[in-house]
């Protein structure tokens, strides 16, 4: 059975859904979050609870320290962000040099080639990414676009 952590840095509704899914799935889930979250909410998950949240910045201080502690007492098989503040600690997380090998093992699997990640966070790269997969995508800034009267 896949052990799963999820990190919410923003509190939304809508983060239980795909936890309840997992579980329904048979999954083990684990929640970073500060106490009062959405997703503490969630039937049959491991809530793991930050301070209270002081500001984005401040209140993803300690996520960090609390995955490395779960890391180190259990296996986790994958860590999955919740939201853009999420995902921006734990593509940072994989760059630190502080961060553990097991951690950072963790977020390679979960999150990919770092080497990649430019192309998932610049909207410029993302949709010349886009377009050489064959999606259609509007002009964008600085692009010539084609004459309406040609």
């Not at 998950?45 to 300690?62: A, E, R």
């Not at 610049?122 to 692009?143: D, K, W």
Request: charged content about 15%; glycine content about 8%.
């Amino acid at each position: 059975m896949a052990c799963i952590l999820f990190l919410a840095g923003v509190n939304l509704s809508w983060h239980g859904k795909p936890i309840k899914q997992f579980i329904k799935e048979g999954a083990d889930c684990i929640v970073v979050a500060p106490r009062g979250f959405a997703t503490g909410k969630v039937e049959g998950v491991k809530n793991v609870y930050l301070p209270p949240h002081l500001g984005l910045k401040l209140g993803m201080f300690f996520a960090l320290p609390a995955l490395e502690t779960i890391c180190r007492k259990q296996k986790v098989d994958h860590i999955v962000p919740l939201d853009d503040i999420a995902a921006w600690l734990l593509r940072g997380a994989v760059m630190n040099s502080r961060v553990s090998d097991r951690l950072r093992s963790v977020l390679i699997n979960s999150l990919g080639n770092p080497a990649l990640y430019l192309q998932a966070v610049s909207r410029p790269n993302f949709i010349v990414l886009a377009r050489r997969a064959g999606v259609n995508t509007p002009p964008t800034v600085g692009e010539q676009t084609p004459s309406l009267h040609a």
